[in-house]
C-alpha cells in the first residue's frame, strides 16, 4: 500500500510540475506569427523563384534545313537558321521577375502584418472577456445582497413585489451573461492553442501588459508624426502597381518577339569553289503594324483604374490611421476623466460620517461605484484595441526588429 501511494505522490508531483511550467508566452505566442498559415503560399513562390528565374533566352529558335534538287537521297543544300530574341524583351523579363521579387516581399510583410494583429487582438478578447467575468462575478454578488434585502422586507407594508421581481430577473440575466462571457473566453483559449502549442491554462493574471499611462507616452513621443504613406499596406498597391505596368511591357516586348533571322547555307550546286558554297542571309522584320494594339490598349485602361482605385484605397488608409489616432486620444481623455473621478471619490470618506447609513442606500453608492468601475474597464480594452489598430494600419507591427507592442519594455519578439 505504502508503494501505491508513492506511486500516486511522485505523480501528483510532475502534474503539478508540468503545470506549474506550462506558462502562457504572449512573446511567444507573437513570434509563431512567423509560422502562419498565411505565409505558406509566399513562401512556396519565393523558393520557386529562386530556382526558376524568368530568363529569356538569347536564342529565341533554330532550324536546320536541307534540300534536294531531285528524288535522290543526297542533299543539294544545307541551311541553318537561329531566330534572336528581341533584347527589349530579355530586358523587360528581367525587370518583371525583379518586382515581383518585390511583390512577393511585400505581400509577405502584409500577411505578417495581419497574422500578428490577429495574435494581438485574440489576446486582447481573451483578457477582456476574463476581466468582464470578475466585474460581472461582483454585479452577481452585489444583485445577491440586494435580494437579500427584500427577502427581508416580504413581511414589511413597504415591500414592493414588482422591485423583488425585477431584483430576480436581474439576477438571472447577470447570472446569464456571465456565463455567457465564460463560454466566449473558452473558444477564444481553443483558437490561442490552434496557434500554439500549449496545453496549459491561460491565465490572464500572468500576462502583464503595458500601463495606459506608459501607452498615452509612446504616443506623444515614439508614435508620434508617423508617415502613413510609407505604411506596408500602401507600399503593397504601389507594387502591384508596378508589376501590372511592367507586364504591360514585357507583353509589348513579347509582341514583337521575331525581330528577324540569322542565317548560314552551303549550296552544293552554286559555284566551283568551297567558298563558292557558302553564304549568309540577315532577315529584318519591318512591324508595318500590330495587331495586338487593342489588347494593349484594355490592358493600358485596366492599369489605369488600377492606378486610380490604389490613389482611393491609399486615402482611405491615411484617413483611418488619422482617425484612430484622433479616437485614441479621446478615449485616453476619457479614461483620464473616470479614473481621477474613481480615484478621487469620497464615498469612503462619506462612509465614515455617516452612522446609520440604510442597507439600500449603501447597495445604491456600490452600484454607482461599480458602474464607474465597469465604464473604466470598458474604456481601458477599447484603448488597448485601437492602439493595436493604429499600429496595423500604419504598418508599425511589422518594424524591425519586431517588438511585443503590448509588454511594459517592448520586448524583442
Keep these: 500500500m505504502s508503494s501505491y501511494l508513492r506511486y500516486i505522490f511522485c505523480f501528483l508531483l510532475l502534474f503539478i510540475y508540468q503545470s506549474m511550467s506550462a506558462q502562457f508566452s504572449m512573446s511567444e505566442f507573437l513570434t509563431q506569427a512567423k509560422n502562419d498559415i498565411r505565409l505558406y503560399e509566399n513562401e512556396q513562390k519565393s523558393q520557386f523563384l529562386e530556382k526558376n528565374p524568368y530568363k529569356s533566352p538569347w536564342i529565341q529558335r533554330s532550324e536546320f534545313r536541307v534540300r534536294t534538287n531531285d528524288f535522290d537521297i543526297s542533299a543539294d543544300d544545307y541551311r541553318f537558321r537561329i531566330n534572336p530574341t528581341n533584347p527589349f524583351e530579355i530586358r523587360a ?24 494583429n490577429e495574435r494581438y487582438q485574440l489576446i486582447l478578447d481573451y483578457l477582456e472577456k476574463s476581466s468582464m467575468q470578475q466585474i460581472k462575478e461582483k454585479q452577481v454578488l452585489l444583485i445577491e445582497d440586494e435580494l437579500k434585502l427584500h427577502n427581508t422586507e416580504i413581511n414589511n407594508p413597504g415591500f414592493s413585489l414588482i422591485d423583488y421581481l425585477e431584483t430576480k430577473e436581474d439576477l438571472i440575466q447577470t447570472q446569464l451573461e456571465y456565463n455567457e462571457l465564460y463560454h466566449q473566453s473558452e473558444l477564444i483559449n481553443v483558437e490561442i492553442k490552434s496557434k500554439y502549442a500549449f496545453s496549459g491554462r491561460i491565465l490572464p493574471e500572468h500576462i502583464n501588459l503595458v500601463d495606459i499611462n506608459t501607452l498615452k507616452n509612446w504616443l ?3 508614435f508620434i ?3 502613413t ?11 502591384e ?4 505596368e511592367q507586364r504591360i511591357k514585357l507583353e509589348r516586348a513579347e509582341d514583337r518577339r521575331n525581330i528577324g533571322y540569322l542565317q548560314a547555307e552551303y549550296d552544293r ?3 566551283n569553289e568551297f567558298y563558292d558554297h557558302m553564304g549568309f542571309q540577315i532577315g529584318i ?29 491609399i486615402a482611405e488608409i491615411n484617413i483611418r490611421s488619422e482617425l484612430l489616432r484622433i479616437k485614441l486620444n479621446y478615449l485616453l481623455d476619457q479614461y483620464a476623466t473616470i479614473s481621477k473621478n474613481i480615484n478621487e471619490s469620497d464615498f469612503p470618506k462619506i462612509l465614515s460620517i455617516i452612522q446609520d447609513i440604510k442597507p439600500e442606500d449603501l447597495l445604491k453608492a456600490q452600484r454607482s461605484v461599480f458602474r ?10 477599447e484603448i488597448y484595441k485601437s492602439y493595436i489598430d493604429y499600429l496595423y494600419f500604419t504598418g508599425q507591427l511589422i518594424e524591425l526588429p519586431l517588438r511585443n507592442y503590448l509588454s511594459a519594455d517592448l520586448t524583442e519578439i
Excluded: C
Aim: charged content about 25%.
Design 93 to 116: 523579363n528581367k525587370q518583371y521577375y525583379q518586382m515581383e521579387f518585390n511583390l512577393l516581399l511585400s505581400e509577405y510583410q502584409k500577411a505578417l502584418n495581419a497574422a500578428l
Design 220 to 222: 506623444n513621443t515614439i
Design 225 to 227: 508624426g508617423y508617415d
Design 229 to 239: 504613406t510609407n505604411n506596408i499596406h500602401v507600399d503593397n498597391l504601389q507594387q
Design 241 to 244: 502597381n508596378l508589376l501590372t
Design 269 to 271: 550546286e552554286r559555284g
Design 285 to 313: 522584320r519591318i512591324p508595318l503594324t500590330n495587331p495586338d494594339r487593342p489588347d494593349m490598349n484594355r490592358s493600358k485602361i485596366d492599369l489605369i483604374e488600377d492606378q486610380a482605385d490604389a490613389v482611393v484605397r
Design 372 to 381: 464607474l468601475e465597469r465604464l473604466e474597464n470598458q474604456i481601458k480594452w
